[in-house]
Structure formats: structure tokens, C-alpha cells
């Protein structure tokens, strides 16, 4: 199969060079046309298999986001948008086939870091359960409908649909009602992971949907993980209007209608939190029984990322305030140092920040000179190397973690793509879906 047209990207690179400068055009090419060349595998059912990058597996949340440059240009070029295309039946498939695992294995091959359980599925790689996982297949499989009109892509999307919802319903009561363990019964925990069971850590019954992983791949601190939510939301949305749309199935636009004004209602209710010098703001997680952390994580869906979502727009009041909180100390995960300062997060060493944090810090900006400033510390703590990194050291670029790390690489590109007027579509917020 072939990915993409080299003329597309070509055209693409060219145009970045005339709008920015040397070096950071120089970046971009490189990080451009890696996930293309590196990371995509066709497999023998004509789908496509995608790398997170130096870890030999596909992560649902990763294989989305890596490919978000991309959808800007799928008009241009049919191979791309066959390539994205391939992507999201892989997703699908996926999804149906384990609906609480977070990455996946190009083959049966039964690779991952706890596959001594008997009932693992030698297709899984990790069983991490995160409710973004479920979340980003949907995400692509509407950007490429919506942006092209495409709709072979969609051959599992309801059957995946329906089994995402069933999920979501079980985890709203996941004490009482789920059966997912972290590790699997008889399994091994994955280096650095806590175990995530039907008891602990207590939650009490909120409307939203429970998760035991952060984006991060960490465990939740508190059950109910509100960004994750957030997206949850949105992609409730966009089932409902593919089930509307392409499929008329009302059954399926009323299931998830449901759920999303449930979980929405949650949100509302518990996810907003009133601190003594920020004011009203969303908390990162909580757990229904009054507690909750007030923090935010580099990895996406975070509380900066929600206008990238589609939760809300730029200027939403209740963002902008959540936002100031974020981009200060008060946020334990804000590191300010000598080479840069941006969001870090609990899975990377203390004082490191994240080059996808500065992406979405500069993407959500509303001032063009804050975006430029974000894309120039990105290129300038690139330790050299042309791509971007997992995290560097506030203080010593040199210091980084993940020499190759796709979607670092694809959020870097979006951005110059951004401020080089080249980024064309973007996701309508939730709150105009439901007026129109």
C-alpha cells in the first residue's frame, strides 16, 4: 500500500519553509514525513498498523493523535486518506476485539510487558483501561468523515460503537458492576504500575464513566478522570451523528444521546471545583465522594487540550480560568527553568517537560506571538536531534526521556502547521453541535 503522495508532502514541507524560519522548517520536515516513512505498516487484511514509535506497539490514543497533521491535507491526496482510512478499521477492529485494552500487537504474537495470564489475548499488548482509549477511534473516524465525506471506514464502527457505550454503562457503576482488574488475574503489573480493581480506590456514583489509567498509561489518582470524561462527551456526540447520518440508526443516536447528557451532568455537578485564588475551575480527577486533585498532565486529553477536543472554544470562561490555574506554579505539574518552561507529568522524571504540553499550550494561545514563542522553545530544546522528545529537563534539554516519540513529533507539526496558516480544520465544539 502506498501512504501517501511524496508530492503532497513535498508541497507541504515547501510551503512551511516559505512561512517560517530555517530551522524550524528544517524540524518539521523531518518530524512531516517520520510517522509516514517509520511508523505505518500495512497488514495482510489491507488495514494498517501503526508504531508508537521506539515501543513496538499500537496504542489507540497514539495512532490517532500521530495522525493529526495529516487530516488537514486528505482532500489533496487519495493515498493519504486511504492510509488514514486503514488506520481507523485497524482501530475498530481493535476496539471490538478488547474494548479495555490501550495497545495492541501488529499480530498474535502475545508481546507486551504482563501476558503470563492465561485469558490474555495474545493480540493485546497492554490492558490498561482508559476511557481516551475508546475515545480516539471514534475521534478519527469522524475527522475522516467529516472531512471527506468517506464512509468505508465506518464497516464496524456501529458494532464498535455500541460495545464503547456498554463500557462506558459499566464503568458508571464500576464497584458494583465491572470486572476489570489491572493487572489480569494471574498476571504481573507492567514496571512502575498500580493495581486497579473493582474496590479500590473508592468512587461514588457520579453520572460519568470511571477510568483506571490516566492518558499517561499512570493510574488514576481518583476514579473519575474529568478530561477523559470531557472527550467522552464529545465522542458521544460524534457517534450520534454518524448513527444519525450515515446510518440512520436511531437506536444508537438515543444510547448515546443518553450517556453523554449523564456523563455531562456529572461533569457539571462534581468536576467543578472552587479554589480561593482561581475562582470556579475543572478539577483533573475526582472521586464523588467530595475529593479531588487539582493538577493537570501533559498527555492528551488534558484540561489545556479541551478546545483541541471540541468540549468548548478558546474563550470559554470557565477554561480561561481553569487555564490560568494550569500555566502557574499552582499546578504541581508546571515546571519553570532555565531552557523552558511548560507542563510536565507524573510519568516522566520531576522538572521535565512535555514538547505535546507546549504544542497545546501554543495551539489553544489566543495571542499569535505567544504560539510563535511555544513553536521557538520547541525547536530550541530539541536536544539537536530534528525530532521532538516524550520530556527534556526544565533547566538542560540534553536531558530528555523517548528519543523517538510519534506524537511529540506530530503535535510539534501541527503547530508550525498552525502558525504557518496551513492547519485547516479543526473540531467543532460540542456546544455548536447541539444548536445546529
Given at each position: 500500500?502506498s501512504?501517501?503522495?511524496?508530492?503532497?508532502?513535498?508541497?507541504?514541507?515547501?510551503?512551511?519553509?516559505?512561512?517560517?524560519d530555517?530551522?524550524t522548517?528544517?524540524?518539521f520536515a523531518?518530524?512531516?514525513?517520520?510517522?509516514?516513512t517509520?511508523?505505518i505498516e500495512?497488514?495482510?487484511?489491507?488495514?494498517?498498523f501503526?508504531?508508537?514509535?521506539?515501543?513496538?506497539?499500537?496504542?489507540?490514543?497514539?495512532?490517532?493523535?500521530?495522525?493529526?497533521?495529516y487530516?488537514h491535507?486528505?482532500?489533496?491526496?487519495?493515498l493519504?486518506?486511504d492510509?488514514?482510512?486503514?488506520?481507523?478499521?485497524?482501530?475498530?477492529?481493535?476496539?471490538l476485539?478488547?474494548?479495555?485494552?490501550?495497545?495492541?500487537?501488529?499480530?498474535?504474537?502475545?508481546?507486551?510487558?504482563?501476558?503470563?495470564?492465561?485469558?490474555m489475548?495474545?493480540?493485546?499488548?497492554?490492558?490498561?483501561?482508559?476511557?481516551d482509549s475508546?475515545?480516539?477511534?471514534?475521534?478519527?473516524?469522524?475527522d475522516?468523515?467529516?472531512?471527506?465525506?468517506?464512509?468505508d471506514?465506518?464497516?464496524?464502527f456501529?458494532?464498535?460503537?455500541q460495545?464503547?457505550i456498554?463500557?462506558?454503562?459499566?464503568?458508571?457503576?464500576?464497584?458494583?458492576?465491572?470486572c476489570?482488574?489491572?493487572?489480569?488475574?494471574?498476571?504481573?503489573a507492567?514496571?512502575?504500575s498500580?493495581?486497579?480493581?473493582?474496590?479500590?480506590?473508592a468512587?461514588?456514583?457520579?453520572?460519568?464513566?470511571?477510568?483506571?489509567?490516566?492518558?499517561?498509561?499512570?493510574a488514576?489518582?481518583l476514579g473519575?478522570?474529568?478530561?477523559?470524561n470531557m472527550?467522552?462527551?464529545v465522542?458521544?456526540?460524534?457517534i450520534?451523528?454518524?448513527?444519525?447520518?450515515?446510518?440512520?440508526?436511531?437506536?444508537?443516536v438515543?444510547?448515546?444521546?443518553?450517556?453523554?447528557?449523564?456523563?455531562e451532568?456529572?461533569?457539571?455537578?462534581?468536576g467543578i471545583?472552587?479554589?480561593?485564588?482561581?475562582?470556579?475551575?475543572?478539577?483533573?480527577?475526582?472521586?464523588g465522594?467530595?475529593?479531588?486533585?487539582?493538577?493537570?498532565?501533559?498527555?492528551?486529553?488534558?484540561l489545556?487540550?479541551?478546545?483541541?477536543?471540541?468540549?468548548?472554544?478558546?474563550?470559554?470562561?470557565?477554561?480561561?480560568?481553569?487555564?490560568?490555574?494550569l500555566?502557574?506554579g499552582a499546578?504541581?505539574?508546571?515546571?519553570?527553568?532555565?531552557?523552558?518552561?511548560?507542563?510536565?507529568?507524573p510519568?516522566?522524571?520531576?522538572?521535565?517537560i512535555w514538547p505535546?504540553?507546549?504544542?497545546?499550550?501554543?495551539?489553544?494561545?489566543?495571542s499569535?506571538?505567544?504560539?510563535a514563542?511555544?513553536?521557538?522553545t520547541?525547536?530550541?530544546?530539541?536536544?539537536?536531534?530534528?525530532?521532538?522528545?516524550?520530556?527534556?529537563?526544565k533547566?538542560?534539554?540534553?536531558?530528555?526521556?523517548?528519543?523517538?516519540?510519534?506524537?511529540?513529533?506530530?503535535?510539534?507539526?501541527?503547530?508550525?502547521l498552525d502558525?504557518?496558516g496551513?492547519?485547516t480544520?479543526?473540531?467543532?465544539?460540542?456546544a455548536?453541535?447541539?444548536?445546529?
Open positions: 500500500m501512504l501517501f503522495t511524496p508530492k503532497t508532502v513535498e508541497r507541504v514541507c515547501s510551503t512551511v519553509a516559505q512561512r517560517v530555517r530551522h522548517s528544517a524540524v523531518q518530524c512531516f514525513t517520520d510517522t509516514l517509520r511508523t500495512e497488514l495482510p487484511d489491507g488495514t494498517a501503526v508504531v508508537t514509535g521506539d515501543i513496538p506497539a499500537m496504542w489507540l490514543r497514539d495512532s490517532s493523535a500521530q495522525l493529526t497533521p487530516l491535507f486528505l482532500r489533496q491526496d487519495p493519504l486518506c492510509t488514514v482510512a486503514a488506520v481507523s478499521r485497524r482501530q475498530l477492529q481493535y476496539v476485539l478488547d474494548p479495555y485494552a490501550n495497545a495492541f500487537n501488529a499480530s498474535p504474537s502475545g508481546a507486551g510487558p504482563s501476558h503470563d495470564a492465561a485469558d489475548d495474545p493480540w493485546v499488548w497492554e490492558r490498561k483501561y482508559e476511557i475508546l475515545c480516539y477511534p471514534v475521534q478519527l473516524a469522524h475522516l468523515w467529516a472531512i471527506t465525506g468517506r464512509t471506514h465506518l464497516i464496524d456501529v458494532a464498535a460503537a460495545t464503547i456498554s463500557v462506558w454503562r459499566t464503568e458508571q457503576d464500576h464497584q458494583d458492576k465491572s476489570y482488574t489491572f493487572p489480569p488475574v494471574g498476571a504481573t507492567s514496571p512502575g498500580l493495581a486497579r480493581d473493582r474496590r479500590e480506590p468512587v461514588g456514583r457520579t453520572g460519568m464513566t470511571w477510568s483506571g489509567f490516566r492518558p499517561s498509561d499512570d488514576c489518582g473519575f478522570n474529568i478530561p477523559g472527550f467522552a462527551v465522542e458521544l456526540t460524534h450520534a451523528e454518524i448513527a444519525a447520518q450515515v446510518f440512520g440508526h436511531d437506536a444508537l438515543g444510547a448515546a444521546a443518553g450517556l453523554r447528557q449523564e456523563i451532568n456529572g461533569i457539571r455537578t462534581h471545583v472552587t479554589d480561593p485564588v482561581a475562582g470556579d475551575i475543572y478539577a483533573y480527577e475526582v472521586d465522594l467530595g475529593n479531588y486533585l487539582l493538577m493537570d498532565d501533559a498527555n492528551v486529553p488534558s489545556l487540550s479541551l478546545p483541541l477536543l471540541g468540549w468548548c472554544q478558546r474563550r470559554d470562561p470557565l477554561y480561561v480560568a481553569t487555564r490560568a490555574f500555566l502557574t499546578n504541581p505539574y508546571y515546571h519553570r527553568g532555565l531552557a523552558a518552561s511548560g507542563q510536565g507529568s510519568h516522566t522524571p520531576p522538572g521535565t505535546i504540553a507546549l504544542a497545546v499550550e501554543g495551539l489553544t494561545a489566543l499569535e506571538h505567544r504560539k514563542a511555544l513553536l521557538a520547541l525547536v530550541a530544546t530539541d536536544a539537536g536531534t530534528g525530532l521532538m522528545h516524550e520530556s527534556f529537563h533547566d538542560d534539554p540534553q536531558v530528555f526521556t523517548r528519543a523517538w516519540f510519534s506524537w511529540a513529533n506530530a503535535m510539534f507539526c501541527e503547530l508550525v502558525v504557518a496551513l492547519r480544520y479543526t473540531r467543532t465544539p460540542i455548536a453541535v447541539r444548536e445546529a
